[in-house]
């Protein structure tokens, strides 16, 4: 008995009922149980009510009939309301499915919590025309749909599909602040804020608090939320994402490129590995196809000159030249004519952030990495960082930031400085990538984008 609590099978005995949740029932075919939650689905007939009740863990068929739906409570059952149930578990008959293969024969039940009918009924409220603001406003209902439930669960595995690889490799998990008063990615998307008279911003990337724990506790990783105030509507950018950002030390640009490259393709093996996880590719996104190594490395350069021998001009109509960024979707054209994840390499010095380290053999160009998969774009921003004091001194004043708050940055290049580098992986985009969601905004849990911090 205690092993199987210790499973979070059985968690109380009540009479000869065995209170446990829905994800534990195929186990128990034979058993007498007790299990809550919603309904999901409900089709009601003259003999027999169908239910579908999830409880977060799972979904079951629950079969009620005779005296079970001959109650008040039945003739009220609504889709939502909360329902505890007791009755026996069976093996779906030959030819018919349900979740899990089983059914529960009910013998008793009641409501928990009623749903309303009528006007406000839950099936009435979101429906597959819901204009969009509306669904946004409802994304706490949305939360409860099968598509966003199976999006919302895979990433949690995903996430601790990242956390095991990154264990694996002896990458040390920290937790940096949200709340600062430096930037790292340029003024023009911080959110600022009041801090106790002070200015503050929320956090862009956690990438230089990152870079201080590396003589501490050498390479270290976190999952972390960052803040753009992006102004512009895109289907990939979020006001609030998910950051995981990692930071490596004693290595060279190519062990960057290499190690962002395997731990992607881990993760995907491992998730293609999980039961759950990979049923949900298979819902959601049939063809998906693991990513082949080595990822094409493509340096700016070259991007550039693609850009023009396939006619993917600017905005403006007119034809790439370098120094030029690439726009979302120039870059998304280019990546779906590739169709697979590209390491866009090696930016020009002027569109990147102070602390890029340079090309020895070209110093207008830096040791950054941007990773491309088809049908999102950008997923990944990374590089190696400069190492030498003056450089990075010279590194503020070219981009006009003041050295002082970020004394202890600079500290780093000063007490025992080496070469390092690392990345930040969007957990949005990836997601909207392995699930083909079209907009990150699928991929979070309550999205933040221009105009919306609600609900
Ligand atoms: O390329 P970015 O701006 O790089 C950095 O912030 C580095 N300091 C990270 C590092 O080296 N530690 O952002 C990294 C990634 C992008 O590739 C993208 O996936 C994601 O963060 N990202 C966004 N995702 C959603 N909404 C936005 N507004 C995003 N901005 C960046």
């Given at each position: 008995?205690?092993?199987?609590?210790?499973?979070?099978?059985?968690?109380?005995?009540?009479?000869?009922?065995?209170?446990?949740?829905?994800?534990?029932?195929?186990?128990?075919?034979?058993?007498?149980?007790?299990?809550?939650?919603?309904?999901?689905?409900?089709?009601?007939?003259?003999?027999?009510?169908?239910?579908?009740?999830?409880?977060?863990?799972?979904?079951?068929?629950?079969?009620?009939?005779?005296?079970?739906?001959?109650?008040?409570?039945?003739?009220?059952?609504?889709?939502?309301?909360?329902?505890?149930?007791?009755?026996?578990?069976?093996?779906?008959?030959?030819?018919?499915?349900?979740?899990?293969?089983?059914?529960?024969?009910?013998?008793?039940?009641?409501?928990?919590?009623?749903?309303?009918?009528?006007?406000?009924?839950?099936?009435?409220?979101?429906?597959?025309?819901?204009?969009?603001?509306?669904?946004?406003?409802?994304?706490?209902?949305?939360?409860?749909?099968?598509?966003?439930?199976?999006?919302?669960?895979?990433?949690?595995?995903?996430?601790?599909?990242?956390?095991?690889?990154?264990?694996?490799?002896?990458?040390?998990?920290?937790?940096?602040?949200?709340?600062?008063?430096?930037?790292?990615?340029?003024?023009?998307?911080?959110?600022?804020?009041?801090?106790?008279?002070?200015?503050?911003?929320?956090?862009?990337?956690?990438?230089?608090?990152?870079?201080?724990?590396?003589?501490?506790?050498?390479?270290?990783?976190?999952?972390?939320?960052?803040?753009?105030?992006?102004?512009?509507?895109?289907?990939?950018?979020?006001?609030?994402?998910?950051?995981?950002?990692?930071?490596?030390?004693?290595?060279?640009?190519?062990?960057?490129?290499?190690?962002?490259?395997?731990?992607?393709?881990?993760?995907?093996?491992?998730?293609?590995?999980?039961?759950?996880?990979?049923?949900?590719?298979?819902?959601?996104?049939?063809?998906?196809?693991?990513?082949?190594?080595?990822?094409?490395?493509?340096?700016?350069?070259?991007?550039?000159?693609?850009?023009?021998?396939?006619?993917?001009?600017?905005?403006?109509?007119?034809?790439?030249?370098?120094?030029?960024?690439?726009?979302?979707?120039?870059?998304?054209?280019?990546?779906?004519?590739?169709?697979?994840?590209?390491?866009?390499?090696?930016?020009?010095k002027?569109?990147k952030s102070f602390y890029m380290k340079s090309?020895?053999?070209?110093?207008?160009?830096t040791e950054s990495?941007?990773?491309?998969?088809?049908?999102?774009?950008?997923?990944?921003?990374?590089s190696m960082r400069i190492?030498?004091?003056?450089?990075?001194?010279?590194g503020?004043?070219?981009?006009?930031?003041?050295?002082?708050?970020?004394?202890?940055?600079?500290?780093?290049?000063?007490?025992?400085?080496?070469?390092?580098?690392?990345?930040?992986?969007?957990?949005?985009?990836?997601?909207?990538?392995?699930?083909?969601?079209?907009?990150?905004?699928?991929?979070?849990?309550?999205?933040?984008?221009?105009?919306?911090?609600?609900?």
């Amino acid at each position: 008995k205690r092993r199987e609590e210790a499973k979070g099978v059985v968690l109380i005995d009540k009479g000869d009922a065995k209170k446990t949740k829905i994800y534990a029932l195929p186990e128990l075919v034979g058993s007498k149980v007790r299990i809550q939650g919603w309904v999901h689905r409900l089709r009601a007939q003259k003999t027999n009510y169908f239910l579908i009740v999830r409880d977060g863990t799972a979904m079951v068929q629950v079969v009620l009939s005779g005296d079970c739906i001959r109650t008040l409570d039945a003739l009220d059952l609504t889709v939502e309301s909360t329902v505890e149930i007791t009755g026996t578990v069976d093996k779906v008959k030959e030819g018919q499915t349900a979740p899990g293969g089983v059914e529960v024969i009910v013998d008793w039940w009641k409501i928990i919590g009623r749903a309303p009918g009528g006007d406000e009924a839950f099936e009435g409220r979101l429906r597959p025309d819901t204009e969009a603001s509306i669904r946004a406003d409802l994304r706490h209902l949305e939360l409860r749909g099968e598509t966003a439930t199976a999006v919302m669960r895979f990433r949690a595995i995903m996430l601790r599909a990242f956390r095991d690889r990154f264990h694996a490799r002896r990458v040390t998990e920290v937790t940096p602040p949200c709340m600062v008063q430096t930037s790292v990615e340029g003024g023009s998307t911080l959110f600022e804020f009041d801090y106790y008279g002070a200015k503050a911003y929320l956090t862009q990337s956690s990438q230089l608090y990152l870079e201080t724990v590396l003589p501490s506790l050498g390479d270290v990783y976190c999952i972390q939320e960052s803040f753009r105030a992006e102004k512009s509507l895109t289907r990939r950018h979020l006001s609030e994402y998910t950051h995981l950002e990692a930071e490596l030390v004693f290595i060279t640009f190519q062990d960057l490129l290499d190690h962002i490259e395997g731990l992607i393709c881990e993760v995907v093996d491992v998730l293609l590995a999980d039961p759950i996880a990979s049923i949900i590719i298979k819902t959601l996104n049939p063809d998906f196809v693991p990513p082949s190594r080595p990822f094409m490395r493509l340096d700016y350069r070259d991007a550039i000159k693609y850009l023009n021998e396939h006619g993917i001009t600017k905005e403006d109509g007119t034809d790439h030249v370098i120094g030029d960024d690439i726009a979302e979707a120039a870059e998304r054209k280019m990546t779906d004519q590739i169709n697979r994840p590209i390491m866009l390499m090696h930016f020009p010095k002027i569109l990147k952030s102070f602390y890029m380290k340079s090309l020895d053999e070209a110093p207008d160009f830096t040791e950054s990495v941007d990773v491309l998969v088809p049908g999102v774009g950008e997923v990944v921003g990374g590089s190696m960082r400069i190492s030498d004091l003056q450089e990075l001194m010279a590194g503020y004043k070219r981009d006009g930031i003041p050295p002082e708050p970020y004394y202890w940055f600079t500290d780093q290049r000063k007490y025992g400085t080496t070469e390092h580098g690392g990345y930040g992986l969007g957990v949005e985009r990836f997601l909207a990538w392995f699930l083909k969601r079209y907009t990150v905004r699928e991929c979070s849990l309550y999205p933040r984008w221009m105009g919306r911090a609600t609900p």
